[in-house]
């Protein structure tokens, strides 16, 4: 939407390989994903030579290396603005004890000065995984946990394959330019994974070769793009029924003739990706 504050960003790296992130959507305002490092996140708002008020807490799952620091935060900072209470957001099928705000699929968050966050029920890693999509954005932008890694997704903890399919197909339904923010850094190993099962798409091996060296400078590869993940994310490829397009399909997944699409072939390559195949 014209006219909005520009919303920006921070990737605040927290924990072993997670992501937390500081969204600025008006002067002064912000809002936490997963803020599961107390520590450094408080470390992060008071490196800000005028740290926001926090009003939302926005959690994408129940596990603790995403939700674990809510409370924390919480305690912390609502003494310091007693007048803005932050609203803790969770999937209504993800009980969490912080939880102040709980939310459904196409649930809208208008936050003060226009901009519009909508909740995007995305099940498979967890009954109730949410993800966050900044719809007033420009560029919009979605915050995806532990539903699409850049390159990947979740594991099935609870949920089948078919839901993940849904899942993600739901997300890169979105506009090809969205920036998409995910909970781990896990690029290097998911394009790795996913070079040795379309070892023919020269985009993958690019995108792998990139990836390893914004890594060897330390730095984060997120943000993706809805874009990237469908040219360069297996799981996306076999969400949308693809034979690997470019890629040249799936011999080192299904056997001579296996055809199979959707569902049955997301759910292939995920046992591929959780038994190492592509280590052996």
């Given at each position: 939407?014209s006219?909005?504050?520009?919303?920006?960003v921070?990737?605040i790296?927290i924990l072993?390989?997670?992501?937390s992130?500081?969204?600025?959507y008006?002067?002064?305002y912000?809002?936490?994903?997963d803020p599961?490092?107390?520590?450094?996140?408080?470390?992060?708002?008071?490196?800000l030579?005028?740290?926001?008020?926090?009003t939302?807490?926005?959690?994408?799952?129940?596990h603790?290396?995403?939700a674990?620091?809510?409370?924390k935060?919480?305690?912390?900072?609502?003494?310091?603005?007693?007048s803005?209470?932050?609203?803790?957001v969770?999937?209504s099928?993800?009980?969490?004890p912080?939880?102040t705000?709980p939310?459904?699929?196409?649930d809208?968050?208008?936050?003060?000065g226009?901009?519009?966050?909508?909740?995007?029920?995305?099940?498979?890693?967890?009954?109730?995984?949410?993800?966050?999509?900044?719809?007033?954005a420009e560029?919009?932008?979605?915050?995806t946990g532990?539903c699409?890694f850049?390159?990947?997704?979740?594991k099935?903890?609870?949920?089948?394959p078919?839901?993940?399919?849904?899942?993600?197909?739901?997300?890169?339904?979105l506009?090809?330019?969205?920036?998409?923010?995910?909970?781990?850094?896990?690029?290097?190993s998911?394009?790795e994974?996913a070079?040795?099962?379309?070892?023919?798409?020269?985009?993958?091996?690019g995108?792998?070769?990139?990836?390893?060296?914004?890594?060897?400078e330390g730095k984060?590869?997120?943000p993706?793009?809805?874009?990237?993940?469908?040219?360069?994310?297996?799981?996306?490829?076999?969400?949308?029924?693809?034979?690997?397009?470019?890629g040249?399909?799936w011999?080192?997944?299904?056997r001579?003739?296996?055809?199979?699409?959707?569902?049955?072939?997301?759910?292939?390559?995920?046992e591929?990706k959780?038994?190492?195949?592509?280590?052996?």
């Amino acid at each position: 939407m014209s006219g909005l504050y520009p919303l920006s960003v921070d990737i605040i790296p927290i924990l072993e390989d997670n992501y937390s992130y500081l969204a600025t959507y008006a002067p002064g305002y912000a809002f936490l994903i997963d803020p599961a490092d107390p520590p450094l996140v408080l470390a992060h708002l008071q490196s800000l030579p005028t740290p926001p008020i926090i009003t939302h807490i926005l959690t994408t799952h129940k596990h603790w290396d995403h939700a674990g620091g809510n409370l924390k935060i919480v305690e912390t900072l609502n003494p310091t603005q007693p007048s803005d209470p932050i609203t803790v957001v969770c999937g209504s099928l993800d009980s969490h004890p912080s939880t102040t705000l709980p939310c459904f699929n196409s649930d809208v968050i208008n936050l003060p000065g226009g901009h519009v966050v909508k909740c995007v029920h995305t099940p498979a890693h967890t009954k109730g995984h949410m993800c966050y999509l900044v719809d007033s954005a420009e560029p919009k932008v979605v915050f995806t946990g532990d539903c699409m890694f850049k390159g990947g997704c979740g594991k099935l903890f609870e949920g089948s394959p078919s839901e993940m399919t849904t899942s993600l197909l739901r997300l890169t339904s979105l506009p090809p330019q969205t920036l998409v923010y995910p909970g781990h850094e896990y690029t290097v190993s998911n394009l790795e994974f996913a070079f040795w099962a379309l070892p023919d798409s020269s985009f993958i091996e690019g995108a792998l070769e990139e990836a390893r060296k914004i890594r060897e400078e330390g730095k984060p590869t997120v943000p993706s793009t809805v874009e990237y993940e469908r040219m360069g994310n297996p799981f996306v490829i076999a969400a949308a029924g693809g034979g690997g397009g470019e890629g040249g399909g799936w011999g080192r997944i299904l056997r001579e003739g296996e055809e199979v699409g959707g569902d049955e072939l997301l759910g292939k390559v995920r046992e591929a990706k959780d038994k190492g195949m592509h280590k052996r």
